[in-house]
């Protein structure tokens, strides 16, 4: 019923930016969590920020902080994540994901996400 859908992947050199969008379609409620998350080759997937949406808290992971923004949009159930200063490291799978407020403990945590998006692709070349 609720389906998260990102875009705005791509391919860019170390240094660029990138802005990706999610909307999220199917849900109600004013307060609930939505964040991002990737998954290199070979890695487990890592919580990089996160946003209480109705209340405007932010939440990020430390290997982003100062380079990633988030925050959510004028539609509602519409998020970004802004990306500044792209490294090689930050190449990854994107996923957008929402959260009902009863099940998030751990705001960056996967567990505490109960709809996800299909992801967006970003590659940093150096």
């Known amino acids: 019923q609720v389906q998260p859908v990102e875009s705005g992947g791509g391919s860019v050199q170390a240094g660029g930016s990138l802005r990706l969008s999610c909307a999220a379609s199917g849900y109600t409620y004013s307060r609930y969590f939505m964040g991002w998350f990737r998954q290199a080759p070979g890695k487990e997937l890592e919580g990089v920020a996160s946003?209480?949406?109705?209340?405007?808290?932010?939440y990020y992971a430390d290997s982003v902080k100062g380079r990633f923004t988030i925050s959510q949009g004028n539609v509602k159930n519409t998020l970004y994540l802004q990306i500044d200063n792209l490294k090689p490291e930050d190449t990854a799978m994107y996923y957008c994901?929402?959260?009902?407020?009863?099940?998030?403990?751990?705001?960056?945590?996967?567990?505490?996400?109960?709809?996800w998006g299909q992801g967006t692709q970003v590659t940093v070349s150096s």
């Open positions: 994901a929402l959260g009902d407020p009863s099940r998030v403990y751990d705001v960056l945590g996967e567990r505490s996400y109960n709809y």
């Open positions: 946003i209480y949406i109705g209340v405007g808290i932010t």
